[in-house]
């Protein structure tokens, strides 16, 4: 078993903090996120979202980068991935991913999907993300690096079933699918086992966080995140299916409910989930 983490959910960490807290915690690899940090929230307190410490720059030389994997290399890990939010059709920032994701010795990266709000019809969407994978797939071949469609709600591939449809024509050498129970909650849950089924060796990752839904004040449903031990994720279930399809591939966590702070989250992380997987 394979445990990562994507630093989107260490946000007061710094890339060199954070590869000894997750060295500390035993776990074996990193996903780092990959964006820019605007200015203007640079001031503001860490958070997910906004001003992440563990965020590296697009901007970042390459010469920088490999140095940050001797140092991640140097603690005994291994740069799982490397995780930016590119929009689909984004061919220049795609390439701009894969070329950073190689100097820093990572395998893949999460390409973008068409979002859906209803405001566009979703086959049109799908048209465009199948143009822009036909692209992504030709990289992939340059780069030796695979891009991932992560199963995200509010795009076009919020379930197993519906991210199978847009990358099913593809090689999974080149291009496979993240799977990301958690965002399942919030939008396409489908049995897990049929869904991994489904997927076959397009399954190449996994996110590993948890949520529920809960009556608001004027009465409406939302879904909130929770701690990876709590909400609507069986994740016993989850990696019973996953040994079932014999998937060997890593888990990342992502924690965004702020229950514990970063450095708890990681050790908490890593001792209940090998647990949870001895209990078989």
């Known amino acids: 078993m394979k445990l990562s983490v994507f630093t989107v959910a260490t946000p007061d960490l710094t890339p060199v903090e954070l590869i000894g807290a997750a060295k500390e915690a035993g776990l074996e690899g990193i996903e780092w996120r990959y964006t820019t940090v605007p200015d203007n929230v640079k001031g503001e307190a860490p958070t997910f979202w906004r001003n992440n410490l563990c965020t590296i720059d697009p901007g970042t030389g390459i010469e920088q980068l490999q140095q940050l994997n001797v140092e991640v290399e140097r603690a005994g890990m291994t740069t799982a991935a490397l995780t930016p939010y590119l929009k689909a059709g984004d061919v220049e920032g795609t390439e701009r991913a894969m070329k950073h994701a190689k100097a820093l010795g990572a395998k893949s990266i999460r390409i973008g999907v068409p979002r859906y709000d209803r405001s566009e019809n979703y086959n049109e969407l799908f048209e465009i993300g199948i143009r822009y994978f036909h692209e992504v797939q030709e990289l992939s071949k340059q780069y030796g690096i695979k891009g991932l ?59 590993v966080k948890n949520a529920g839904w809960f009556r608001s004040e004027n009465g ?21 299916d996953l040994k079932s399809v014999g998937y060997a591939g890593w888990y990342g966590v992502e924690d965004f409910s702020g229950f514990y702070d970063s450095r708890a989250m990681l050790r908490e992380y890593a001792s209940w989930f090998r647990g949870l997987a001895e209990e078989d």
Not at 153 to 166: G, K
Not at 193 to 201: A, K, P, S, T
Not at 231 to 240: E, I, R
């Open 149 to 207: 469609v992560e199963t995200h709600h509010v795009t076009i591939a919020p379930s197993a079933s519906l991210a199978y449809n847009l990358v099913s024509r593809f090689d999974p050498e080149h291009i496979g699918v993240l799977y990301d129970p958690g965002n399942m909650v919030h939008e396409g849950y489908e049995n897990y086992r049929m869904g991994m089924e489904l997927l076959g060796d397009y399954l190449a990752h996994v996110h």
């Open 220 to 240: 409406e449903w939302q879904c909130r995140w929770m701690p990876f031990t709590e909400g609507a994720v069986n994740w016993k279930q989850v990696l019973a």
